[in-house]
């Protein structure tokens, strides 16, 4: 079976966090979105993007397409006058797909694109295409390697995520008592390769045809 070898990191994330996987070539993005969440240690409570050749194609979660495709059907009504007074102008031209894509109609080895997870926090995933293989022989995603523990949600992004770190790191910081009476007791837990990996094998398998 034909796969992908993907490098996954968070961008501007201190301590980093990224994970190495390798995927079956058959899934669609909104398969790969699953696979980033389960890899990540993420609770996909929030919308999502990827965003493809330099900004020219994005594939949108389903409940950002529809208002974003109708949004572009009105600025290609618009004179080029009134479309520079938009505020993001280079609508009218870009490629909006589905979720349901398949990835190897887009994925090239060597290329590098960003996988966006809750537009509030605004987590950038950079990811990059290591190599594509032709003899995986599973039909699910497995997680080969991984750096750091797990992103927190609705943190504020990574400088959010860098200051529960910076505060929790030292008991003598004088938010350090505030912080610890709502955070999640787990927060800094480790990451956990075999769970994310029979969570993967359990829930993510590929459809045999």
Known sequence: MK??????????????ISRRVILPAEITFEQ????????????????????????????????????MKAQQKYYQTLSVKDLAKMPNPFLAKLKIRKPRAKIDQYLEKGMVFQYVYDFGDDWIHDIQVVEIKDNYEVNY?????????????DCGGPPGYAEIHHVMSNPNHPEYEDMKGWIDPNWDAPYDLDYANIYMGAYLQLKRK
Do not use: K, N
């Open 3 to 16: 796969a992908y070898l993907l490098d996954i990191t968070l961008r501007d994330c201190e301590p980093g």
């Open 32 to 67: 790969l979105h699953r696979v980033i969440q389960a890899a990540m240690g993420w609770e996909d409570s929030h919308l999502y993007e990827f965003i493809l050749d330099e900004a020219q194609t994005q594939i949108l979660d389903d409940m950002v397409y529809d208002d």
């Open 141 to 153: 995603p497995e997680v080969l390697s991984f750096e750091g523990g797990y992103p927190i949600e």
